[in-house]
């Protein structure tokens, strides 16, 4: 039709304006925010590369990267593993309603605040808390969890954990049934069943689980601030500290970037692998 | 003289590359019971869904009264639909429903109730004026949207294979019912349908479409009798179609041979045979007859009966002639009774030559 | 291994990681009755002196107002968006629609400590940032795509031939919408208000970074948490949670429903 669709306009234009405003608009104008620069505490608009090369030499910045990516890697091959054979047990070894009430469970956590679940693991995992309250009865302990790698990795956990399991339940429960009865029919154990039939065929769904809880975890700043007592920092607590004090946005704009092209490059893998065919 | 109430004027249909509609000519009488058939993907659904507004011809014009129609939006037309899936409202009542054409118009409330009532009782669902849909029977349902569709008097009604979700007793009576409704609103049905039965039970035309072509527009009679093509003789059921060469022409008659032998059929007077042409013919399986001794008649041939099926009354028998050919023979039970058969017994098979129908082409 | 051992092994599995995940909300709720300041093992005495203090504080309540008008406009304005995106996808389709789709749902892959700072400088630079308003301007983009997906869905379940039923009746594409698409989607409209309303009420990173002086109640948890550590938070987290579980109770009921209920007569 020639004469404009004032209908059609009216419904499709609303999130083209919303999210050029106010989606893509910030992004773009944060990597724009990465060369300008910052004089008696003023940003000024400007293209210099003062802030990347500043960033790119600091020691403490590829030290924050790495262990953001270690713990963030760590996360996802802890909570993909977790979460498999719980995912399995709801995919096949309960009812469909019993499925359906256990994912709205894990639906739960993601609407109570994450600040106050992070401060309980603060206290249940405290020197005196509740945990080591329980082992010392049990005649162990006390044992330092907090600010470690074990704390920030219980923070993510919180955080990834009943998400990974829901997307893995669901891409277990689309497993075709008679193929798992093929294997079976064929002399396939229950392990090597899992291994040569149910992981490859639900791949897409186990990859993208994996994508969510890598990125939920990247770019988290509870969990390796308040458990993980931020010694290394993170990359999101290098992005606050910048912002936060000293007003120097430019240069947790750099970080930022970063981060956006570590993602962007983890998921394009990922999601590649996911889609491969294989031979 | 007045043009047709509608007309197709050499319309066709594109989606993308796909073909639906392939330069339809058609037209349809003021009060005329057209309906449209063909199996699925043949272009009958498009046919109307154009005619309602719902899709617009990528060429050629569409005439109501004369005006061409092509521009006008659905909602500025005046051709409602039942549909398929009836398509009721599941949120609104039934006499919501019924009203909601009405309501569309800015008709006062009062007045439109009283006219869904009007209809409500005419359809005999006077009682289910405030039933959810959901709470209706399929029947009722399809009551409902009748009365929806024809509450505005409309002058032209669009059916798209409305009977299909019924069950066969309730498809008969829905039959009658819609055939009494269009003689007494004396308005133009267009109905589309696989159903050869629903077809010809009700239509005063029938048009046969296959791949987005018209194959043949005529009464039922005609689209049964003297099929225009071998897809109509095929698609209308119970025919059998033999091949042949024209083997001996007279002035009134001609034989043919086939895999039957020589079988005797009138000349057509329409077109030109010569002899040694390769030609089809077309034995309606009700027009043939059946007896235990050898009968009377220039055709027939004696067969053995390979299998009988019954639907209601009817008998549908699978015979074989020596010569391998089988043949479709349709009859009332009660003259079947008459014929005691038997497993493998020798029957004969005749027909007079006036029910050999010669394909054109 | 005999299957009922599997089973039962597996329930068991279930069962752990059910505790995991809900210790903290348990914790949060027991040890905000719980009178000692450090919360630990054996528990202390009954007390609602942590409900008290937040009761009494004004940081609170205003926290409180500026959380509900930010949930409340955020909810309207991302379902609104939500449900012109998904009724786009569900009539349309065009050129570049994978584009516009993406455009549309790829907020939630964004880790929000990088949305909070690219909004952060984008609305410094047009002079919108340190308001309620900024923090819904931001949620909206965070909560669009979830409100788009519970609707989308729903249309999915719709009759495609309802709405050309609508206008072949004498509906105008305005009057069907209003009169057959609109009641059709009611029940996920609800669903995704409140599930939007739940999330927005709970986000504190972008909130953090661009509300400025007009807190939040996560923003609020986060400035305490910084501080002191005392059950207070836990008073205030359990208020939360019961907001939000409440939200989210509505919305699946709202999901749930198939929308056929007979409506009365007028």
Known sequence: MNRPDVYASTWRLPVIVWQCLFFVGPLLFMIAVSFFLVKNYRMQEAFEMANWSRMMTRGYFWDAYWYTLGLAAASTVLATCLAFPAAYGLAFKVSESTRRWIIFLLIIPFFTSYLVRTFSWYVLLAESGVVNAILGKLGFGPYTMLNSAFGTLVGYMTLTLPLVVILQTLSLANVNRSLIEAAHNLGAGRMRTIFTVIVPSAKVGLIIGAVFCFILSFGDFVAPYYLGGSKPPTLPILIIDTTKSGQQWPRAAVVAVVMMVTLLTAAFTAITMAYRKRR | MAEPQIVFDNVMKRFGDAVAVDRMQLEVAEGEFLAIMGSSGCGKTTTLRMLAGLETPTEGEIRLNGQRINELKPSERETPMVWQSLALFPFLNVIENVEYGLRMRGVEADERKRRARLWLERMEIAEFETRAIDQLSGGQKQRVALARALVTEPPVLLLDEPLSALDANLVVRMQGVLSRLQKELGITFVYVTHSQSEAFAMADRVVIMSKGRIEQVGTPREVYRQPASRFVAEFVGSNNILSGTVNNLQSGELVVDTGLGPVAAVRPDDRELTRGQAVELVLSADNLELSTTEPDSVNRVACKLVSEEFIGTVVTLLVESPGGVELRIQKQQRDIDQVSLEEDMPLWVSWSPSSVYVLPG | ?266
Not at chain 3, 166 to 184: C, D, Q, R, Y
Not at chain 3, 238 to 260: C, D, H, K, P, Y
Request: proline share 6%; net charge positive; charged share 10%.
């Open chain 3, 1 to 266: 291994m005999s299957d009922r051992l599997i089973k039962w092994l597996l329930w068991c599995y279930l069962g752990l990681l059910l505790v995991f995940v809900f210790s903290p909300i348990l914790t949060s709720v027991i040890f905000s009755f719980n009178s000692d300041r450090f919360p630990t093992i054996p528990l202390g005495s009954f007390t609602l002196k942590w409900y008290q203090t937040i009761f009494d504080d004004p940081d609170v309540w205003s926290a409180a107002r500026t959380s509900i008008f930010v949930s409340l406009c955020t909810a309207t304005l991302a379902t609104f968006i939500g449900f012109c995106t998904a009724y786009t996808d569900y009539r349309y389709g065009f050129r570049f629609k994978g584009a516009y789709l993406a455009l549309a749902l790829l907020p939630p892959t964004i880790p929000l400590i990088i949305m909070a700072l690219a909004m952060l400088a984008w609305l410094s630079k047009l002079g919108i940032s340190g308001r309620a308003w900024s923090v819904v301007i931001a949620h909206t983009v965070l909560c669009a795509p979830f409100a788009m997906g519970i609707i989308r869905l729903r249309l999915q379940q719709i009759d495609p031939d309802l709405e050309s039923a609508a206008w072949n009746l004498g509906a105008s594409e305005w009057s069907a919408m209003k009169t057959i698409i609109v009641p059709f989607a009611r029940p996920a409209l609800i669903s995704a208000f409140c599930l939007t309303m739940a999330v927005s009420f709970d986000e504190f990173a972008v909130a953090w970074f661009v509300a400025g002086l007009n807190k939040t109640i996560p923003v609020l948890i986060l400035e305490v948490l910084q501080g002191t550590t005392d059950p207070q938070i836990y008073a205030i987290g359990t208020f939360v949670f019961l907001t939000s579980i409440t939200l989210v109770i509505i919305a699946q009921v709202f999901f749930m429903t198939r929308g056929r209920k007979p409506t009365a007569p007028a």
